[in-house]
Structures are given as structure tokens and as C-alpha cells.
């Protein structure tokens, strides 16, 4: 599968060195400023300060086509001399990678009320000094997003709804634990030295405070149980021994095996008791705001008498599903592909923290996506496909038409480097995914996990680097993710690494971060965690 805006002509190695040929016989092949390309109409002057416009732009568009081309020429010329690397090439790169800043001109006064003809190119109108994020850069600037977001009033959630999320405030203690003395295991409840004349009742768990114990007295109990009053230890059922006049006797069991098996010996006073607070007293901090509400938080909490947890709220996410060559269910048939983003991504942004409210196929309609943004009142929109630059391309132009601003257009990474995230309310951000899969799962880990953390309250994870047991290939210029599997004390790339290829990522562990040129064996490189937490 094709990444979105990428549906040209096969992609082929043959190509790309017959272009980088083409580039060095004719170097003035290139449009010139002020010139028009070859079967294109002249273009037309409206006077002199127009025309000074025009010369000046023209004159970014052409610096930027030449880096445009050196940059192809750079690859091509990488393929002559190691055809495995055409993987540089897998996806468009986006028009204009000049320097500047990502962001629409006249984006913070254009409004939400841009009339339809805003959008009516299907090619987006990029700034002419554009040039994408390096990698890191996107990460913090997607973090930096999730904070300029005003703070969301925490609410007391059912522990049942509370998985996943952010402690709010801290997790105190509402009573001891335990809250009163129970037995650790099951045997006999003993008072005094032995032997032991044993009651006829017993003690289960859950029962009221037993009568106290008299010396020389024991009384069969089951662990967690209440300890009776006065009870000096609990006899373990296998230290336990009775005599042919019903004494219970402390004995050294036989499966030890040593030569004192069976032999009398004398029990601790307070063995296998837990004492009441043994393990917090009233009042005491369990966990601090900030912590993760995780199933052993879960049991902690529930231990602790609670029944709702004071926590922040999950960030409410949409993803919008584009592309008319999606099906649904069924084999790929008749130009048309499965849809793999749908049933992929809600999961995944579930085990990143999110509350996915809806999951809407929109198919290649620019005014059923730009409806959707607009009615949109989740925190995140999510997008798949149509953040390139081709004819069905519609990301860019909606986000000119509700006047969103561009926080991150185009991340020096492959795969995914198409992504783009933008601020389009002072409390919603859209993140535009790549709609090739991996290149998706890039776009997530790049920008949406940053920027979800945030709005949930998560702490950044430490990040960790471990060596590669084989060499990694690298980018020329960008940061490359690469599936990893881990093992022990290495990390072992995989294949199936391709844009459109899902293989290699469902038998991962991790994505490893391979800077520009490659990692040779033995080089340490970060990892990037999958967060297989399935939360509901």
C-alpha cells in the first residue's frame, strides 16, 4: 500500500537513477525564477508591486526545488551504490523544505468561519520557506502543546473507570492495614508454651472477634482470619502434630528431611501474625499525585477502603478514517485495500491514556472532514491519510479554512514524515497521521503519545538505549524508527520495516531511534517502549 498523496507511478530504483542522471545531464532543467515549466501557461503580472511579489516568491519556490533536488539527487546516487536503501524514497516528501516556520499565513485572525472557497484547492498552499521538525524537536513541541492546554478539574471516577488514568491528589491511607490482627497462615491459634489442648470450633475469615484465648489453649484458624485475643503465634498446619490424648504438639515437619524431623520445638512469640498497621497506619501517603492508576493501584485503593478515585480526566480523542480505497471487511479487491488504521488505532490510543469517543470513516469528501472538524468537541482529532500533497490530499486546506495553526508540518523521520499537528482551539489540537501504517504508528509515537501524556497527566517514561545486535539502515538525513524486538541485554531489528508494512510491528517490542546514516552491531540506540496496556 501506497502512503497517502503518494499514488504516482511504481517505485523503482530504476527511476531514481534515471532522475539523478537527468539532474546531472541538465541542471538547467530546473525552473528558473520568473520562468514558466515546460507546457505550463505564462503567468500573469498585474503591475509592478504584484510583479515584485511574484519575483520574490518565485524566487523561495526555486531555492527550495533545488534542495529539493539535490536532495533526490543525493538518494538516487545512495541507490547506485546500495540498492537496499530505497526505502528513503518510500514516501512523497512534502513540497517546499525551506527554512521558516510551520504555520499558515494569517492563521491566528483567519477564524473558524472561513467561507468554503478557502479550501478549494486540493493542493495545499505551503508556506514557501517551509522546512519539516527534526525528529526530537516535534516530540517537545507536541509536549509543549499538551501544556499550553488549560488545566481540566479533576473528578472523582468508580475504581472500576479509574485504570489508566492520573492520580489527582495523593492516595492517603482511610484506615489501617490491616485493620486488625490476622492470622498469615493456616494452622493453630496458640496461647502459651505447648502441648496444646485444641477447642472444638474453628476460626474462618470473615467472622466477628473471637473469644480470647486461655494458656495452654488453641483453636484451629484459616488465614486471614481474626486473631483471637491473647494468642501468643499461629502453629502452621504442617508444624503441627497431635498425640494420641489430643495434645497439639510443635513439631519440625518431616519433608525437611534433617535428622530433627518430628522432633518438639518452640514457636516465636507473634509468628505468622499480621499485626494491625503492619503495613500503613491511618493517614499515612500511599502514592502521590501524578501516579499512575495501574490494577495493583487498583487493589491498593480497594484494600484501602476506597470506592472512587480522585483522578484527571482521560483526553477525549476522535479519529477520522480518510481515503475512499478503504474497505471495511473482506479481501483487499478492485483497487481497494483493507483498513487498517480503524481497528488499530483505538486500542492503541486507549493504552496511551485516551477515551476514544468515536471512530468516523470519512472517506476523500474535504466538506464531510472539514464538518467534522468543525463539530468536533473532543481534546484530540485524530486524522489518517490526506496530509501530503496530492489530489484528494484535504488536511492542509481544512485546517487554512477553520484557521488552525501548525504547531509541527512534516517531522524529519521515516517512516511517517508527512505528520503534522496543529493547535485548532485554544483547548483542541489536531494531529495529522500519515495513512500508510507504519508510517501511522510512527506519527503516534512521534506526536500523539507526547502529546497525550501531557493532557493526561503522565509522567514521561526514562528513556533507555540498548545495542543492536545487527546493523540498523539509516536515513541520509532523517531519524529512522526501525521495529526492535528486546532480548536480554541487545535489541534485534527486524524486517517488514517498510511504510506500508504492519508485520515487523506485531512482533515487535519496541522502535528503535536510528540517527541519520545508519547503526552499525553494537551501537546503542533509544528505544521507544509499545504501551501493550489495554485499557478500557
Given at each position: 500500500?501506497?502512503g497517502?498523496?503518494?499514488?504516482?507511478?511504481?517505485?523503482?530504483?530504476?527511476?531514481?537513477?534515471?532522475?539523478?542522471?537527468?539532474?546531472?545531464?541538465d541542471?538547467?532543467?530546473?525552473?528558473?525564477?520568473?520562468?514558466?515549466?515546460?507546457?505550463?501557461?505564462?503567468?500573469?503580472?498585474?503591475?509592478?508591486?504584484?510583479?515584485?511579489?511574484?519575483?520574490?516568491?518565485?524566487?523561495?519556490?526555486a531555492?527550495?526545488?533545488?534542495?529539493?533536488?539535490?536532495?533526490?539527487?543525493?538518494?538516487?546516487?545512495?541507490?547506485?551504490?546500495?540498492?537496499?536503501?530505497?526505502?528513503?524514497?518510500?514516501?512523497?516528501r512534502?513540497?517546499?523544505?525551506?527554512?521558516?516556520?510551520?504555520?499558515?499565513?494569517?492563521?491566528?485572525?483567519?477564524?473558524?468561519?472561513?467561507?468554503?472557497?478557502?479550501?478549494?484547492?486540493?493542493?495545499?498552499?505551503?508556506?514557501?520557506?517551509?522546512?519539516?521538525t527534526?525528529?526530537?524537536?516535534a516530540?517537545?513541541?507536541?509536549?509543549?502543546?499538551?501544556?499550553?492546554?488549560?488545566?481540566?478539574?479533576?473528578?472523582?471516577?468508580?475504581?472500576?473507570?479509574?485504570?489508566?488514568?492520573?492520580?489527582?491528589?495523593?492516595?492517603?491511607?482511610?484506615?489501617?492495614?490491616?485493620?486488625?490482627?490476622?492470622?498469615?497462615?493456616?494452622g493453630?491459634?496458640?496461647?502459651?508454651?505447648?502441648?496444646?489442648?485444641?477447642?472444638?470450633?474453628?476460626?474462618?475469615?470473615?467472622?466477628?472477634?473471637?473469644?480470647?484465648?486461655?494458656?495452654?489453649?488453641?483453636?484451629?484458624?484459616?488465614?486471614?482470619?481474626?486473631?483471637?485475643?491473647?494468642?501468643?503465634?499461629?502453629?502452621?498446619?504442617?508444624h503441627?502434630?497431635?498425640?494420641?490424648?489430643?495434645r497439639?504438639?510443635?513439631?519440625?515437619?518431616?519433608?525437611?528431611?534433617?535428622?530433627?524431623?518430628?522432633?518438639?520445638?518452640?514457636?516465636?512469640?507473634?509468628?505468622?501474625?499480621?499485626?494491625?498497621?503492619?503495613?500503613?497506619?491511618?493517614?499515612?501517603?500511599?502514592?502521590?499525585p501524578?501516579?499512575?492508576?495501574?490494577?495493583?493501584?487498583?487493589?491498593?485503593?480497594?484494600?484501602?477502603?476506597?470506592?472512587?478515585?480522585?483522578?484527571?480526566?482521560?483526553?477525549?480523542?476522535?479519529?477520522?478514517v480518510?481515503?475512499?480505497?478503504?474497505?471495511?471487511?473482506?479481501?483487499?479487491?478492485?483497487?481497494?485495500?483493507?483498513?487498517?488504521?480503524?481497528?488499530?488505532?483505538?486500542?492503541?490510543?486507549?493504552?496511551?491514556?485516551?477515551?476514544?469517543?468515536a471512530?468516523r470513516?470519512?472517506?476523500?469528501?474535504?466538506?464531510?472532514?472539514?464538518?467534522?472538524?468543525?463539530?468536533?468537541?473532543?481534546?484530540?482529532?485524530?486524522?489518517?491519510?490526506?496530509?501530503?500533497?496530492?489530489?484528494?490530499?484535504?488536511?492542509?486546506?481544512?485546517?487554512?479554512?477553520?484557521?488552525?495553526?501548525?504547531?509541527?508540518?512534516?517531522?524529519?523521520?521515516?517512516?511517517?514524515?508527512?505528520?503534522?499537528?496543529?493547535?485548532?482551539?485554544?483547548?483542541?489540537?489536531?494531529?495529522?497521521?500519515?495513512?500508510?501504517?507504519?508510517?501511522?504508528?510512527?506519527?503516534?509515537?512521534?506526536?500523539?503519545?507526547?502529546?497525550?501524556?501531557?493532557?493526561?497527566?503522565?509522567?514521561?517514561?526514562?528513556?533507555?538505549?540498548?545495542?543492536?545486535?545487527?546493523?540498523?539502515?539509516?536515513?541520509?538525513?532523517?531519524?529512522?524508527?526501525v521495529?526492535?524486538?528486546?532480548?536480554?541485554?541487545?535489541?534485534?531489528?527486524?524486517?517488514?520495516?517498510?511504510?506500508?508494512?504492519?508485520?515487523?510491528?506485531?512482533?515487535?517490542?519496541?522502535?528503535?531511534?536510528?540517527?541519520?546514516?545508519?547503526?552499525?552491531?553494537?551501537?546503542?540506540?533509544?528505544?521507544?517502549?509499545?504501551?501493550?496496556?489495554?485499557?478500557?
Open positions: 500500500m501506497r497517502r498523496g503518494a499514488r504516482g507511478g511504481p517505485d523503482t530504483d530504476e527511476r531514481y537513477v534515471e532522475e539523478a542522471l537527468a539532474v546531472v545531464d541542471s538547467g532543467a530546473r525552473d528558473r525564477p520568473g520562468e514558466a515549466r515546460p507546457g505550463r501557461p505564462p503567468e500573469k503580472r498585474h503591475g509592478p508591486e504584484q510583479q515584485q511579489r511574484d519575483v520574490a516568491h518565485d524566487r523561495d519556490v531555492h527550495d526545488r533545488d534542495l529539493e533536488h539535490d536532495r533526490d539527487l543525493e538518494e538516487a546516487l545512495a541507490l547506485v551504490r546500495d540498492p537496499g536503501s530505497r526505502d528513503v524514497r518510500s514516501e512523497p512534502t513540497p517546499g523544505t525551506g527554512p521558516g516556520t510551520p504555520r499558515y499565513p494569517g492563521a491566528r485572525d483567519s477564524g473558524r468561519d472561513r467561507p468554503p472557497e478557502a479550501a478549494s484547492s486540493a493542493t495545499p498552499e505551503r508556506h514557501p520557506r517551509h522546512e519539516t527534526p525528529w526530537p524537536e516530540r517537545t513541541a507536541a509536549e509543549r502543546a499538551a501544556r499550553s492546554v488549560p488545566r481540566r478539574e479533576p473528578a472523582d471516577v468508580p475504581l472500576e473507570n479509574a485504570l489508566g488514568m492520573v492520580l489527582a491528589a495523593p492516595l492517603t491511607a482511610l484506615t489501617d492495614l490491616p485493620s486488625f490482627n490476622t492470622s498469615a497462615m493456616d493453630w491459634a496458640v496461647a502459651g508454651p505447648g502441648p496444646w489442648d485444641v477447642r472444638e470450633e474453628g476460626i474462618l475469615a470473615g467472622h466477628t472477634e473471637p473469644a480470647p484465648l486461655e494458656d495452654g489453649e488453641a483453636v484451629r484458624i484459616a488465614t486471614g482470619a481474626r486473631i483471637p485475643p491473647d494468642t501468643t503465634a499461629v502453629l502452621r498446619s504442617e503441627g502434630s497431635m498425640d494420641g490424648k489430643g497439639l504438639h510443635a513439631v519440625l515437619p518431616p519433608a525437611l528431611g534433617s535428622e530433627g524431623a518430628g522432633r518438639t520445638h518452640t514457636v516465636a512469640h507473634g509468628q505468622d501474625i499480621r499485626p494491625r498497621g503492619q503495613e500503613c497506619h491511618t493517614g499515612d501517603q500511599l502514592l502521590p501524578g501516579a499512575l492508576v495501574t490494577p495493583a493501584v487498583l487493589g491498593l485503593a480497594a484494600a484501602a477502603g476506597y470506592d472512587t478515585l480522585c483522578a484527571l480526566p482521560r483526553p477525549r480523542v476522535e479519529v477520522l480518510l481515503g475512499d480505497e478503504l474497505l471495511t471487511e473482506g479481501l483487499p479487491r478492485d483497487g481497494l485495500i483493507r483498513d487498517a488504521l480503524g481497528p488499530m488505532l483505538p486500542p492503541w490510543l486507549r493504552a496511551l491514556g485516551a477515551d476514544v469517543v471512530v470513516r470519512l472517506g476523500d469528501d474535504a466538506e464531510a472532514l472539514h464538518r467534522a472538524v468543525m463539530s468536533s468537541t473532543a481534546d484530540v482529532i485524530v486524522t489518517t491519510g490526506g496530509t501530503a500533497g496530492g489530489p484528494v490530499d484535504h488536511v492542509h486546506p481544512t485546517l487554512r479554512r477553520v484557521g488552525a495553526e501548525l504547531l509541527v508540518d512534516g517531522v524529519k523521520v521515516r517512516p511517517g514524515h508527512p505528520m503534522l499537528l496543529a493547535r485548532t482551539r485554544d483547548d483542541q489540537h489536531l494531529v495529522g497521521l500519515p495513512g500508510n501504517p507504519l508510517a501511522a504508528v510512527s506519527g503516534l509515537l512521534t506526536l500523539a503519545e507526547p502529546l497525550l501524556r501531557g493532557l493526561a497527566g503522565r509522567a514521561a517514561p526514562e528513556p533507555y538505549t540498548l545495542p543492536l545486535r545487527e546493523s540498523a539502515h539509516g536515513h541520509p538525513y532523517d531519524t529512522r524508527l521495529p526492535v524486538v528486546v532480548r536480554a541485554d541487545h535489541a534485534l531489528p527486524l524486517h517488514y520495516n517498510g511504510p506500508a508494512m504492519l508485520r515487523g510491528i506485531a512482533a515487535a517490542d519496541a522502535l528503535a531511534v536510528v540517527p541519520p546514516g545508519g547503526a552499525r552491531p553494537g551501537q546503542e540506540v533509544e528505544l521507544l517502549d509499545l504501551p501493550w496496556v489495554w485499557a478500557e
